[in-house]
């Protein structure tokens, strides 16, 4: 008769996606997700005060993989919102302190 190997104990893991992707806890709500929702918002009403509303902006965060970061997504507009988001930019140009990353002067 043939004897069975005993079975080494099998550790908990993160549950891992068809993809490879593993998901967050529930609870766990990244600081950069909290950080790229607030600053979609920020940008709506910017662009709001400014007369200009996109009619597609979103905020895509991406299944979580250890380089996936939230991105906040302009999308796409007509050539008279397009127009209006230049005139609104031309009005700001100097008027605001570029931020980090930017490419603005100063930078």
């Known amino acids: ?10 550790e908990p893991v993160e549950p891992v996606e068809p993809d490879g992707t593993v998901e967050p806890e ?11 929702e607030a600053v979609c918002g920020e940008l709506a009403e910017a662009l709001k005060e400014a007369g200009v ?9 991406p299944r979580r993989t250890w380089w996936a970061t939230p991105l906040v ?3 796409r507009c007509n050539v008279a ?10 009005r700001g140009v100097g008027r605001a302190e ?9 930078s």
């Not at 509303?53 to 965060?61: A, I």
């Open 53 to 61: 509303t996109l009619p597609s902006l979103w905020l895509d965060v």
């Open 1 to 10: 008769m043939e004897e069975r190997a005993a079975k080494a104990p099998v």
């Open 26 to 36: 529930e609870d766990e709500e990244p600081d950069e997700v909290e950080e790229a």
């Open 98 to 106: 570029p931020g980090p990353g930017s490419c603005g002067p100063g």
């Open 81 to 90: 919102t397009a127009r209006a988001l230049a005139a609104a930019l031309r």
């Open 73 to 75: 997504d302009l999308g």
